[in-house]
């Protein structure tokens, strides 16, 4: 499986990046197609400048520390996710 078009880039380029990813694969539920997470509070204002981004795709948090807090973006026509962790002004 691999991401949609409109997350893949994002997923290559941080790759090049060199960030570590932890987890690939269906997250949550089975409205949740592939989620891929990194090891990194995710830059959502440089991605969004590196990168053309569809309306589809929008920005996601979740602070519920008992499943996991994560950031990042989520396509709301595929259901795929790219995950960080939450910057320290978003931790609780």
């Given at each position: 499986m691999a991401l949609c078009e409109h997350l893949a880039p994002i997923d290559a380029d941080l790759h090049e990046q060199g960030l570590a990813e932890t987890f690939r694969g269906q997250a949550w539920s089975n409205n949740c197609r592939e989620w891929v997470y990194f090891d990194a509070v995710l830059d959502?204002?440089?991605?969004?400048?590196?990168?053309?981004?569809?309306?589809?795709?929008?920005?996601?948090?979740?602070?519920?520390?008992?499943?996991?807090?994560?950031?990042?973006?989520?396509?709301?026509?595929h259901h795929d996710g790219v995950m960080g962790r939450l910057p320290d002004s978003m931790a609780l």
């Open positions: 959502l204002d440089e991605i969004r400048a590196r990168h053309q981004i569809a309306p589809c795709v929008q920005e996601h948090v979740n602070l519920d520390t008992h499943n996991g807090t994560e950031r990042g973006l989520v396509c709301h026509v």
